[in-house]
């Protein structure tokens, strides 16, 4: 039951009288004021409706919302381009001078600024680039970069040609890569010799090298050069983005693409080891993500810097750096690197050089801030703040606090946002200026969101207790499908309840009827914000050599959210390897680094002679959890042997005593 699944520690917070409740200064200056939650909720259709019409459209839509469920057609009769709503408008309403990225490269002076006119003559001959090579609308293109502007010119290019893009996170192996590019089908991968990251450089082509040996319906991979470094060379696949997009003309003329047109794939972990690839169309996707940026934000396009910390590779950079700022017409900085490149100040150094006003960033970065001191932030001067943002997972109230006191001078408001992949854009949040904020809580639904805690029946809990969060309504921005597997997307989101999406996490609401997000409820786990399957983790792990089985589950960590564990049986053969436990160790989770990605490997692996099981041989993960989290373990009688989960639990113990 998902409402057992919270701890007493939420439970006191959820009764604790600490809120703030709106400055003076954001209810006189806000965008919108507290008539915009009433105006929604009367006719959501219309109200979404209004805001599509600030973009701009070729022909303008006369239908708003087609529902079958669970499928969804938002603005279908209407027409526009993502590319031109994010840069042309801007340009051809005199703000080509304006600019649209301050470009912070991970080495020292490394950087750029890049003007709306600029982004816009680089998007142009992007996208006759790939007109040249031959990519038509409706081809994908696989995007793995680092986090460089060519990232977003890619992006940008792609959805001026109407060709869907897939950005794979630069952090992903060559399998793992593959199978996203092959899921896909894309024939074109754009990608960079490599990026830096923590002071080297990182290679990003060799890997894009290895995929493409399993992929070969590939026919280009473009190249940016970024870190100058050798790499291989296949005559008549790879060529250098200096060569081929440099050459071409700075200008093209966009074409408009049906609001359903397909915008992107993103993947991101399934209940199975395959990724499910997430698609999100045009028309609804740009209004969700440009109304939640411009009201959540409090955004002022004249004045305001923005930080979104994310890496493009995740959904937080499509929705929150390319598409729904950009289509607003803000200034945003773009930083390649980690928090502590260059020195632990680095962020406060770049908040106080370009005068940043907003900033949004994950709960695990200001952990890891919180850890390595307040005297970093104070010895900077962040007054150009006015509100602060978290994303990626539930904020821990302690953490919230720090970020409210240290990073925002006890003067910023804090916007706790919720929301997912497959919502497209940010769905549970306060607004600044209109609702109160209480810390670790993301609030109340958005203007024209309609959420809902039920329990395991499907019926609405009363406020003060919890359950499963539900979405009882379709909204623009949500996922159009799996791609190509509908089957799959119906199963995935929709079975659990009649007529209800169901997000997979749980909740709670307190006195007031807020609503604090409690974590996954499935096999889905957030480490720093990355959701990973246990299956995923698990293949990987069983990949190794040595290892016969493998059971992964999320465990809470101080500074990641949710860290994974590993409980591994290892083969007979592989005690003649020679090895100690640590060696082992060691090499299972460098293998899962290379089978995924490092955010993939385990924290800790509890080599273990079996795994409890039931009479019908489905490992126990419940169990496994209690034990990574030392709880009680309750009723074990359903196992073939009660004995191993005990046995499973001295081992985890001594191992936290070994750390």
Request: net charge negative; hydrophobic share 40%.
């Amino acid at each position: 039951m998902a409402e057992e699944r919270h701890d007493e520690a939420v439970e006191a917070l959820l009764h604790e009288d600490r809120s703030f409740a709106p400055s003076d200064t954001f209810v006189a200056q806000a965008n919108v004021g507290p008539d915009v939650y009433a105006a929604a909720a009367a006719d959501p259709e219309a109200w979404w409706a209004e805001q599509a019409r600030a973009l701009e459209w070729d022909t303008p839509f006369t239908s708003v919302l087609e529902w079958e469920a669970p499928f969804a057609r938002w603005f279908a009769d209407g027409t526009l381009n993502a590319s031109v709503n994010c840069l042309d408008r801007h340009v051809a309403a005199g703000r080509g001078d304006k600019v649209a990225l301050h470009w912070v490269g991970e080495p020292e002076g490394d950087r750029l600024d890049i003007t709306y006119a600029e982004l816009l003559e680089r998007t142009c001959r992007a996208a006759n680039a790939l007109e040249a090579l031959g990519v038509e609308a409706g081809d994908r293109v696989a995007i793995y970069m680092p986090m460089i502007p060519e990232a977003v010119v890619a992006m940008l290019a792609c959805a001026r040609i109407g060709a869907p893009h897939s950005v794979i996170f630069g952090g992903f192996s060559a399998e793992a890569l593959a199978d996203r590019i092959t899921d896909a089908d894309a024939r074109v991968v754009i990608t960079a010799d490599g990026g830096f990251r923590r002071g080297a450089a990182s290679g990003l082509k060799v890997e894009v090298d290895a995929a493409l040996e399993l992929c070969p319906a590939v026919t280009t991979s473009l190249v940016v050069r970024r870190t100058g470094q050798e790499v291989e060379w296949v005559e008549g696949r790879d060529v250098w983005w200096h060569d081929v997009v440099d050459a071409q003309a700075p200008i093209h003329e966009a074409k408009a693409f049906p609001a359903e047109h397909p915008l992107y794939i993103m993947y991101t972990s399934g209940t199975t080891a395959k990724p499910k690839g997430i698609f999100h169309t045009t028309g609804g996707y740009l209004t969700h993500t440009s109304t939640t940026h411009r009201m959540v934000f409090d955004i002022k396009p004249e004045s305001d810097v923005c930080w979104t910390s994310a890496d493009i590779g995740w959904v937080t950079g499509h929705s929150y750096i390319v598409y729904g700022p950009l289509a607003n017409g803000v200034t945003q900085v773009m930083y390649e690197g980690t928090p502590d490149a260059g020195g632990k100040d680095r962020w406060w150094r770049i908040i106080d050089e370009y005068k940043v006003t907003i900033l949004y960033t994950a709960p695990t970065a200001i952990r890891t801030f919180m850890k390595w001191g307040a005297e970093l932030p104070a010895g900077h001067d962040l007054s150009s703040l006015r509100l602060l943002g978290s994303v990626g997972e539930p904020i821990n109230p302690e953490a919230w606090m720090w970020y409210r006191k240290h990073i925002g001078g006890d003067r910023c408001p804090i916007v706790d946002t919720w929301w997912q992949t497959e919502t497209g854009g940010i769905m549970i949040t306060p607004l600044p200026g209109v609702t109160a904020t209480k810390p670790g809580a993301a609030m109340v639904p958005f203007p024209g969101i309609s959420a809902e805690v039920v329990d395991n029946d499907g019926a609405p809990v009363p406020d003060g207790h919890g359950g499963l969060l539900v979405i009882t309504r379709p909204w623009p921005g949500m996922l159009r499908g799996i791609w190509g597997d509908p089957e799959r997307y119906a199963e995935t989101y929709w079975s659990k309840f009649d007529g209800l999406y169901f997000a997979g996490d749980g909740a709670k609401k307190d006195d007031d009827g807020d609503l604090w997000l409690l974590g996954r409820v499935d096999d889905v786990m957030n480490v720093s914000g990355h959701r990973l399957s246990t299956a995923e983790v698990e293949h990987a792990i069983v990949g190794h050599p040595a290892v016969a089985e493998a059971a992964v589950v999320g465990a809470s960590d101080d500074t990641t959210g949710q860290a994974i564990v590993a409980f591994v049986t290892l083969t007979s053969s592989s005690e003649l390897h020679g090895e100690d436990d640590t060696e082992i160790i060691a090499s299972i989770r460098a293998h899962v680094a290379d089978a995924i990605s490092p955010i993939a490997k385990p924290r800790q692996v509890i080599l273990t002679p079996d795994l409890p099981k039931t009479r019908s041989g489905k490992i126990m993960r419940r169990l496994l959890r209690d034990v990574a989290e030392n709880r009680d373990l309750g009723d074990v009688t359903t196992l073939t042997d009660p004995t191993v989960v005990k046995m499973i639990d001295g081992l985890m113990a001594a191992h936290a005593e070994d750390d």
